[in-house]
């Protein structure tokens, strides 16, 4: 099992940055893939980013590409995702996620971090 804690977040002004971390436990950390989600109130949770199992490869949602870095640290256990240029409509409660495959469906998503908000002003 995989046990995801997340920190980060927060306000943040549009036009701004920040770093979203999740520490996660367990042994066999390197073996999953790790994803990032968000939910806004009152929509369904979407897909963010999701990288390869030794995080060579990282493929991001439209809304976020070119604005966001997804990184996966096996050495230390952690992943990070670096968000720019944030926007309103960025505000969410954002979830890091480890799977056994590489996919934007949250549902094959077997461990989750509690979540952290991001709020972003205009």
């Known amino acids: 099992q995989v046990q995801l804690v997340q920190s980060g977040g927060g306000l943040v002004q549009a036009g701004g940055s920040l770093i979203l971390s999740c520490g996660a436990s367990?042994?066999?950390?390197?073996?999953?893939?790790m994803g990032w989600f968000r939910q806004a109130p009152g929509k369904e949770r979407e897909f963010v980013a999701a990288?390869?199992?030794?995080?060579?490869?990282?493929y991001y949602a439209h809304s976020v590409n070119g604005r966001s870095t997804a990184t996966k640290d096996n050495a230390k256990n952690m992943l990070y995702l670096q968000m720019s240029s944030l926007k309103p409509e960025d505000t969410a409660v954002y979830y890091c996620?480890?799977?056994?495959?590489?996919?934007?469906?949250?549902?094959?998503?077997?461990?989750w971090g509690q979540g952290t908000q991001v709020t972003v002003s205009s």
């Open positions: 990288g390869s199992k030794d995080g060579g490869a990282t």
């Open positions: 996620a480890a799977s056994d495959v590489v996919t934007t469906t949250f549902s094959l998503y077997d461990y």
């Open positions: 367990g042994r066999t950390f390197s073996r999953y893939v």
